[in-house]
């Protein structure tokens, strides 16, 4: 099952629970979703016009959060994610958000920005009593036919995922301490999606 099928099934979780949901994805990954959704039978129109499912996209969303120096502003950040949720809230108890922004800067090779961004986000959903799904567009799939084989560079890559969570752990602890203050975060080389 693909990231895709599994927010699809979260959807399908939500809509029962009369929960609403926020996805912030890119264009590309948007499309996918909705295609993947007839699987389901989701009328997304239909879901959209009574507000319990909001599509925002990620590059223009984080866009609109960068400082002139490349910083990330948190502050910003926090005060976009609650009017969201906020506005869900409205009309539905529970509010799920999807987040593709800490998957935009993983491909684009900011991990440390990536990191900063998805431990705001967890601290804002904790503080805020909101569900979180962080979107990876990079899961790997296997069928029980296929043996798993690593290479070296697979190996590399699973040595660093793991180090950035074990990174991101050790931080989440202040995280919370730092909501109180003012806090950035440089992001390398961020371009405007296309």
């Known amino acids: 099952m693909n990231d895709l099928s599994n927010i ?6 939500s809509i029962a ?6 996805i912030i994805l890119q264009t590309k990954e948007r499309i996918n979703l909705i295609e993947e959704s007839t699987k389901f039978g989701f009328d997304i129109e239909e879901l959209k016009s009574i507000g319990l499912i909001k599509f925002l996209d990620a590059g223009l969303f984080l866009s609109n959060l960068i400082l002139d120096n490349s910083e990330l502003d948190s502050i910003a950040l926090k005060d976009s994610v609650s009017h969201t949720i906020i506005n869900s809230n409205l009309n539905f108890s529970k509010v799920l958000l999807i987040d593709g922004m800490v998957d935009m800067l993983l491909r684009k090779g900011n991990q440390e920005s ?13 503080e805020q009593g909101f569900d979180l799904y962080i979107y990876d567009s990079v899961v790997k799939t ?3 036919n296929e ?3 690593i290479s070296s560079v697979d190996a590399s890559i699973i040595t660093s995922i793991g180090n950035s969570v074990r990174n991101g752990l050790e931080t989440a602890g202040n995280t919370l301490e730092s ?9 390398n080389s961020f371009t405007l999606p296309l």
Do not use: D, G, H, Y
Not at 117 to 124: C, K, P, R, S, V
Not at 179 to 187: D, H, I, M, Y
């Open 8 to 13: 699809n099934q979260l959807v399908k979780e």
């Open 17 to 22: 629970n009369n929960r609403a949901i926020i």
């Open 114 to 126: 990536a990191i900063f961004l998805e431990n705001q986000i967890q601290a804002m959903a904790l």
């Open 142 to 144: 296997f069928s029980e």
């Open 147 to 149: 043996s798993l084989e």
């Open 179 to 187: 909501l109180a203050k003012p806090s950035t975060a440089k992001l």
